[in-house]
């Protein structure tokens, strides 16, 4: 099955900056990567994902890039708000039927 | 538009007591839909998924089971829970395998 690993496990970053999150997949089949976001004490929410037919995709101040050969996936939140500041996880599919592994999560802090 | 509800917010619930966890759908016909467990803010675990009414399969063995009486109506239950059972649990939903998943608000059970 679908392992997936996510890296840094917390990430504290100061306003403006960057921040990027990496996750690795080991299913070379794998062909669709949400990434999602949540705030404290509410469900996640999907705020970019990828195929595997494209290696970048990007929306305002977010992108996503994948490396189908390394089998890696990564977040990239550029000029970084407090509101950016959650736990962020990324995801591949397990199966055909929609099932999602995901990683660990990644708890963003943006100080001002 | 779509929306889902899951109800309750929290709970805190003596061991041995059943359990009953309700998660709705609205705005779609015959979607997927999934039972997640979440501890300590991180990690989400797939516990219960459904590709229609009476089609559950299991992720995870253990003290919970699940049910599907109505196309857009999930419930998760136990008859005594556990300690262990604690957590914040999370329903979802997709249209189609390898789409967006959307995520209810989640419950915050403390079995006590």
């Known amino acids: 099955g679908e392992n997936v690993e996510q890296h840094p496990s917390t990430l504290s970053v100061q306003e403006g900056d960057s921040a990027v999150i990496k996750c690795t997949y080991s299913?070379?089949?794998?062909?669709?990567f949400p990434w999602y976001k949540q705030e404290l004490g509410k469900g996640p929410q999907l705020i970019i994902d990828?195929?595997?037919?494209?290696g970048e995709k990007k929306d305002q101040r977010i992108a996503v890039t994948l490396n189908k050969t390394a089998k890696h996936f990564s977040l990239h939140i550029t000029e970084t708000q407090p509101e950016d500041s959650a736990v962020y996880f990324c995801?591949?599919?397990?199966?055909?039927?929609?099932?999602?592994?995901f990683g660990a999560g990644t708890q963003v802090v943006v100080t001002p | 538009s779509q929306t889902i509800h899951q109800w309750p917010a929290t709970l805190v619930q003596p061991v041995g007591s059943p359990l009953s966890l309700e998660c709705t759908v609205e705005?779609?016909?015959?979607?997927?839909l999934y039972w997640y467990r979440q501890a300590a803010g991180r990690g989400l675990q797939l516990l219960f998924y459904?590709?229609?009414?009476?089609?559950i399969s299991s992720e995870v063995p253990q003290n919970l089971s699940a049910s599907r009486p109505q196309d857009r109506q999930f419930i998760l239950s136990s008859k005594k829970l556990l300690l262990s059972d604690s957590g914040f649990y999370l329903c979802?939903?997709?249209?189609?395998?390898?789409?967006?998943?959307?995520f209810g608000q989640g419950t915050r059970l403390t079995v006590v």
């Open positions: 995801a591949a599919p397990r199966d055909s039927w929609g099932k999602l592994q």
């Open positions: 459904s590709i229609g009414i009476d089609q």
């Open positions: 990828i195929r595997s037919n494209v």
């Open positions: 299913d070379s089949a794998s062909n669709y």
């Open positions: 705005g779609t016909s015959n979607p997927n």
């Open positions: 979802a939903w997709t249209v189609n395998p390898n789409t967006e998943a959307f």
